[in-house]
């Protein structure tokens, strides 16, 4: 196994041992657990022969076999291309956006052997894209990942995934934390490797009901929950949080979407020993630094290290370190002097900004 984007991420895991750091269907992996399970994946690519720079779909959910498997395609420097469990035409059409060479399908508790490697049959045009080409001259891992789609085909974006992995270096808070953002979007494997490289567990999930997220918070003492303003007012609507223990919730952070007035202030009266925060981040750009007012404000202080940001004519502009290279089925959205344009109109209240939505 080649593990050079990864050295420094599994040699924490040596350090961890035997603490828990993955749970899903009440099973616990720990962090010795899951380096045994990179090289069982390790072994399984190995037979299928999937080498350094190949275009790798996972189809899976978060787990241990499915993290696992990332860890081992980020360290053999393949680019990695995650879906959740869709249609076998959507499967087939952005495998060919990503001119995919592999497809993997995890399923989880069956261990090495849950992992199935095929290759890939459909045609695929964008094999020289310079995209790829760039990616496969940098030698490192990558990621491809899909916009929503909601207004047209979805956006491939292309990231040098070891740009992505580095603000990862930096030792954070070992939170116990539910991994409830989705598999295929950043915002689910930036909470995944955040807990995981400082020593925290990961709950995966397996529904995103109301009901099934408060009883994994209760039964894994749960600290932290990354969730959208549209499920967590039907967390409240649903009555769910009165049902279970959250009294070791400390942290929800919400973003994806704009957060009613109404319900951030539902929540803080209904919740009142829990701090919330608003995140920021897009596909093409990764997670910025966020730092609310307040746990009751909608203003919100977004870059840090490595990201610069700027309103023009009332809407934010921001260059960053970890941008992606760019689209493959798309135009350059970067102005020249490097900013991406996000689309999303915001009020300007001193160094804090209200993101009133996407324009």
């Not at 420094?8 to 099973?27: N, T």
């Not at 260059?319 to 996000?342: I, Q």
Request: hydrophobic share 40%.
């Amino acid at each position: 196994m080649t593990t050079s984007s990864i050295d420094w991420l599994l040699e924490r895991f040596v350090a961890h041992g035997e603490q828990e750091g993955v749970v899903r269907e009440g099973s616990a992996t720990t962090y010795a657990d899951l380096i045994r399970s990179v090289a069982g994946i390790a072994a399984r690519l190995d037979t299928a022969g999937v080498a350094p720079g190949d275009r790798v779909v996972v189809i899976g959910d978060f787990g241990t076999a499915s993290t696992a498997t990332l860890l081992e395609l980020i360290g053999r420097r393949a680019t990695v291309i995650p879906m959740t469990q869709v249609t076998a035409r959507r499967r087939d059409d952005l495998a060919r956006i990503a001119a995919a060479d592999w497809a993997v399908e995890v399923t989880e508790g069956a261990g090495a052997e849950g992992v199935v490697v095929e290759r890939c049959l459909s045609s695929a045009p964008n094999t020289d894209h310079p995209l790829l080409v760039e990616l496969r001259g940098r030698d490192t891992p990558g990621l491809i990942l899909f916009t929503s789609g909601s207004t047209g085909e979805p956006k491939a974006v292309v990231h040098d995934f070891a740009l992505l992995l580095e603000k990862f270096h930096v030792v954070g808070r070992p939170l116990r934390t539910v991994n409830f953002l989705l598999f295929d979007h950043w915002g689910g494997l930036n909470t995944l490797f955040h807990t995981l490289s400082s020593g925290g567990l990961v709950a995966c999930p397996q529904t995103r009901s109301p009901e099934h997220i408060c009883e994994l918070i209760a039964r894994h003492r749960l600290e932290l929950l990354p969730a959208s303003p549209s499920f967590l007012n039907m967390m409240l609507v649903s009555g769910a949080y009165k049902h279970h223990d959250l009294s070791s919730l400390r942290i929800i952070t919400y973003g994806a979407e704009p957060m009613p007035t109404s319900t951030l202030a539902r929540l803080n009266m209904e919740l009142p020993d829990v701090q919330f925060r608003q995140t920021y981040g897009l596909i093409e750009l990764g997670v910025l630094r966020a730092k609310s007012a307040s746990s009751d404000s909608l203003l919100v202080k977004i870059g840090g290290d490595g990201f610069e940001t700027r309103v023009v004519d009332g809407l934010l502009e921001i260059r960053a370190k970890s941008s992606m290279l760019g689209y493959l089925n798309a135009p350059s959205p970067f102005t020249e002097d490097g900013f991406f344009k996000t689309g999303d109109r915001v009020e300007q209240h001193g160094e804090y900004l209200r993101i009133l939505g996407r324009e």
